[in-house]
């Protein structure tokens, strides 16, 4: 506990991460990616078919990726970071000690992405004819290609979280980058984008766009995108299941919350759900129902959400994985710790030591270093409200839980620190959980 | 959160990945950029609001006119000025992380409200802009979406300020209670806030002649568009004669041992100082002389002043950092070198 901590204690400080991630993930994979990947291929439609009116929607559907894209996708983009920083001090700051000159390049791409962007929109009325056409086509083949590159770079980053593969030993930048989930995720992550895309947009498209001549080569154009993506992202997804560490592998139902039938059901019904949606796109366009539409929309919003909650939970209980556990804590550290003490440690502990008078402060101050990263002490997630957890406990079995808690719950990391400190986490565990509220 | 003794962490084990000078450099360079951005997004969203409420008070076709391209300028500058204010933060974080962290950590709830801030500051900014012509006859309302985008991002900049500034005063953070308790508690604070806003408005209005100075080369200017870049003219020069006053407000307002190195104890920060006045009264001479009579050898002169101003108020804010920070990071060093024994993996039992 190097810095101060803030707590959310009744919405939980990882689900703060999380929901903004998931909302980052909808807009930059859906919009960013994916509906710009399909908006091009329209502009492009347009110039060959010598469709006006679809040009004309396609300058519209940028708007909204305009609008969109540099409101809240890039305030959720920085808000992760923002985030981290805010909730996982040590494992954003090593990251970006390990990553930074990815992050750079990332940011040039990004800051190009953006012009790219600007001009694409606005000089829609003025490259009209022949070759200036031809010129702004370019520009929104450079959109799409630069904010692919944007996810190539940053999927490096996130998948060396939970497969740093040989960085651990060599700390060598390339080995992180170049990890073992790299490429499976990065090309998953591709397709997926454009699925997204084509689910999140289609129901807008049924129920905005009257007019046939527009509607209907428009949807022709999602559903080659979409023949082309399902099978790609299908495959690719397994091979990256197949990729991740096995102890993670073991974590991905667990993670979701759902009992193992419910979850395969699910999933199994929102993936036929999108088959046959996407074989009615192909053959009735004309015909296709609002309601599948929608269905469809939900499930992409619900599959994202499933896909961040779960990449982010199988890591436990690391946050970058076999060096940092997700309260900041890497093996050398804990060898200290477990040596002079957790709180001595502590750069802004207020108790160095543990004695029979400041007991229970400072137990809190154990619990809001070690545990706060995944727990709360009330909160709407009971299942990881302590005071919920340990209704009933004695506080002698609280004391001996505590030094084997990472055998009983392997998401849980070990925990640190002296045996007066067990003791003094008890105590506060156990005033905590027995009070009258 | 609250009583911390001087509780600077030890730097992580991992060393700061870069030449330190190089990153020093490219940190005044991107948070200049950034600024810049920022100064246009603020300065064009407040400008498009003063003249749509004037517009609307003497009925005048023209101030509407005006304020609906600062409308246009304000929400494509502010794509830019996020972008950008990410090179400094990766920076920042990764050679300032003891200080930077802390800082921001003490201060954790603003800072994330800064998401929300400017989600709904820049979706108000589009309704503001793409509502122009729908809305003619609900000027009210569409006043009031611009109002309220203007004051989100009149305040925002409070919360990056107390940031920056807060994390020169480590033997404050013990004191410190959040945010608002903040604004009061650093020194310096408002005479920031004072000093960019003010450059925020003359920037803003240097903009305008730059932009219709350019654009003059290839058509005539419409009335309305001359109109903005006299105005512009206008604004800036006053706003920076203003500037020298709220500028030797914020030297006075640092320690007295960090004002002094501006003011003869160093060579190198008074001659930069002195430059800066230079500059500034220069940049006004010329500014005087184009209200007066424009002539497109003012363009170039002045531009290349402005630039000057820019980089130099960059360097100076750097080093005053740096000044404070000094004592400090002497006693908790950077980890610099790579050491494998302080970084080892978990051991599987
Ligand atoms: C999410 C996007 C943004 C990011 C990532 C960002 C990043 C930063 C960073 C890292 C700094 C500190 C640089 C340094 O001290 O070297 C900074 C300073 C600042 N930013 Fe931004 N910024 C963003 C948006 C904004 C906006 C929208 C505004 C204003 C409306 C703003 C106003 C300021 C101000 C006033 C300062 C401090 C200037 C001073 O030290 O006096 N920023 N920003």
């Known amino acids: 506990m190097n810095f101060p901590t803030v707590e959310f204690p009744w919405f939980g400080n990882g689900n703060i991460v999380a929901i903004i991630a998931i ?18 291929s329209s502009e492009y439609y347009a110039i060959v078919t010598k469709n006006e009116k679809l040009d004309q929607l396609a300058k519209q559907l940028t708007k909204w990726i305009l609008i969109i894209t540099t409101t809240v996708g890039a305030m959720t983009g920085v808000g992760i970071w923002f985030s981290t920083t805010v909730i996982q001090p040590d494992s954003i700051g090593s990251l970006l000690r390990i990553f930074f000159w990815a992050w750079v390049a990332e940011w040039v791409v990004f800051v190009l992405e953006v012009v790219f962007l600007l001009i694409y929109y606005y000089t ?18 450079m959109l799409a290609v630069f904010s692919w590159l944007t996810m190539s770079i940053i999927t490096g980053i996130l998948a060396a979280k939970l497969t740093p593969g ?24 591709t397709f997926l984008s454009i699925m997204l ?3 999140l947009f289609t129901i807008f498209v049924r129920l905005f766009v009257k007019d046939e ?19 790609a992202t299908v495959v690719l997804g397994i091979w990256y299941l197949q990729s991740i560490p096995d ?32 074989f009615w796109l192909a053959i ?11 269905a469809v929309f939900m499930s992409a919003i619900g599959f994202i959400g499933e896909f961040e909650v779960v990449r982010e939970s199988i890591r436990k209980p690391y946050i970058i994985y076999n060096y940092m556990y997700v309260n900041g804590i890497t093996a050398v550290k804990a060898e200290e710790m477990n040596r002079d003490g957790y709180l001595a440690h502590s750069t802004v502990a207020k108790i160095k030591k543990v004695t029979e008078k400041n007991k229970v402060e400072a137990g809190r101050e154990i619990y809001q270093g070690q545990c706060l990263a995944c727990h709360t002490i009330d909160g709407w997630r009971s299942k990881r409200a302590l005071a919920n957890r340990l209704k009933g406990w004695p506080q002698q079995s609280i004391e001996s839980f505590i030094p084997t808690m990472h055998q009983v719950r392997p998401m849980m990391p070990p925990f640190v620190g002296t045996k007066e400190e067990v003791e003094a986490l008890a105590a506060y565990l156990y005033k905590v959980a027995n009070e009258e509220k | 959160m609250g009583v911390l003794q001087l509780s600077i962490p030890p730097d992580f084990p991992l060393p700061i990945p870069g030449n330190l000078t190089l990153l020093q450099f490219l940190i005044v360079l991107t948070f200049v950029l950034h600024i810049i951005f920022v100064n246009f997004t603020l300065s064009f969203a407040t400008g498009a609001v003063i003249l749509e409420a004037s517009a609307m008070k003497t009925h005048s076709r023209r101030l509407d006119d005006m304020a609906r391209i600062c409308s246009l300028h304000a929400s494509i500058h502010k794509s830019i000025a996020v972008v950008l204010g990410v090179a400094p933060l990766l920076i920042i974080s990764v050679i300032y992380t003891q200080y930077f962290y802390t800082s921001t950590l003490l ?72 945010f608002f308790h903040s604004l009061l508690h650093y020194p310096q604070i408002w005479q920031r806030y004072a000093h960019f806003i003010l450059a925020s408005l003359a920037t803003g209005g240097f903009y305008m002649y730059l932009y219709f100075s350019v654009k003059q080369r290839k058509q005539t200017l419409s009335d309305v568009e001359q109109s903005l870049k006299l105005g512009g003219v206008k604004v800036a020069f006053w706003i920076t004669l203003l500037q020298l006053v709220f500028g030797s407000l914020l030297l006075i307002s640092f320690d007295r041992n960090i004002m002094l190195l501006f003011m003869g104890d160093d060579a190198l920060l008074t001659a930069l100082l002195l430059l800066s006045v230079f500059l500034t009264i220069l940049l006004c001479a010329l500014l005087y002389v184009v209200s007066k009579n424009d002539r497109p050898s003012m363009f170039y002169a002045s531009l290349l002043c402005f630039v000057l101003i820019v980089g130099v108020m960059g360097w100076m804010r750097h080093e005053v950092r740096e000044s404070y920070l000094k004592p400090y990071i002497n006693e908790y060093p950077r980890t610099i070198e790579m050491k494998k024994e302080n970084i080892k993996p978990v051991n599987k039992q």
């Open chain 1, 23 to 40: 909302i980052h993930v909808l807009i930059s994979h859906g919009v960013a990616i994916g509906a710009t990947a399909l908006v091009v």
């Open chain 1, 124 to 141: 829609w009325e003025t490259w009209k004819e022949g070759k200036a056409k031809r010129k702004h086509l370019n520009v929104g083949i």
């Open chain 1, 166 to 189: 040989r960085w651990v030993e060599t700390l060598s930048f390339w080995n992180a980058f170049f990890n073992p989930t790299y490429l499976p995720s990065l090309g998953f992550r």
């Open chain 1, 197 to 199: 895309a084509i689910a």
């Open chain 1, 213 to 231: 001549e527009v509607r209907m080569p428009l949807l022709r154009i999602f559903s080659i995108w979409g023949a082309i993506s399902l099978p």
């Open chain 1, 247 to 278: 102890q993670a592998a073991k974590l991905i139902v667990w993670s979701t919350g759902l009992p193992e039938k419910t979850f395969d059901v699910l999933n199994m019904i929102a993936f036929a759900l999108i088959i046959v949606f996407l």
């Open chain 1, 284 to 294: 009735r366009p004309k015909k296709l129902p609002i309601f599948l539409s929608l």
């Open chain 2, 107 to 178: 201060i954790g709830k603003a800072w994330l409200s800064l998401i929300i801030l400017l989600i709904t500051a820049f979706l108000l900014l589009y309704v503001y802009k793409f509502s122009w012509e729908k809305w003619e006859n609900k000027k009210g309302l569409h006043f009031l979406v611009g109002f309220a985008a203007m004051l989100i991002l009149l305040f925002v900049p409070l919360i990056f300020i107390v940031n920056v500034v807060s994390m020169l005063y480590p033997e404050k953070w013990s004191g410190a209670n959040g």
